[in-house]
């Protein structure tokens, strides 16, 4: 697997400081550990949507703890970004459910038509394909995320249309 360094400007803006003061004071000053979650939610969100080492980093030195207890959280949770991710990131379910019910042949499919891996993003920018752990919509399998919003009982039609209504603009992630 080929290993590209990806490189990210931190920002710790007065907004973003604001904010997780703001987070931080939700908690007991000795246990700013307790904050990382939200934390690392607005750090993120204020990022273009990943987190680089150095900015997990960063985030350590807020809480004061050692960095490889952010590592540890960011690389255990899927909602947390350790590259770069495309616009529109399909999250698609692999657990058992949509497994069986054709999920791991949904994620080949989406790879194959936009051209990359899965945890790729398309050259333009616009698309990632990962897989993830349960979303909890096992009924409705196979299934994928896409921003805030659930896509189920996908079938390789369902996921073109998808695909066409991104490219033109028709889903809105905001």
């Given amino acids: 697997m080929e290993r590209r360094e990806y490189k990210q400007e931190i920002n710790i803006t007065p907004e973003l400081q604001a904010r ?16 990382m979650l939200p934390v690392l939610h607005a750090v993120q969100d204020a990022h273009e949507n990943w987190l680089s080492v150095e900015l997990m980093n960063r985030v350590a030195e807020i809480l004061d703890v050692k960095p490889i207890e952010v ?22 379910c692999r657990t058992s459910c949509c497994t069986i019910r054709g999920g791991e042949d949904m994620i080949e499919y989406a790879c194959k ?10 050259e333009d920018g616009l698309f990632s394909v990962v897989g993830v ?31 066409e209504d991104c490219k033109q603009g028709k889903i809105k992630l905001d």
């Avoid at 997780?20 to 904050?35: F, G, R, T, V």
């Avoid at 051209?115 to 993003?121: D, F």
Wanted: net charge negative.
């Fill in 20 to 35: 997780i003061d703001e987070l931080l004071s939700h908690y007991p000053a000795d246990k700013k550990k307790s904050a």
């Fill in 71 to 92: 590592y540890e959280v960011v690389t255990f949770y899927t909602m947390f970004n350790q590259r770069p991710r495309g616009k529109y990131t399909f999250e698609f």
């Fill in 113 to 122: 038509k936009l051209g990359i891996k899965e945890g790729e993003t398309t």
């Fill in 133 to 163: 752990e349960c979303l909890g919509a096992c009924g409705y399998a196979p299934m994928l995320q896409l921003g805030d919003f659930y896509h189920e009982h996908l079938t390789e039609e369902k996921f073109d249309v998808l695909v």
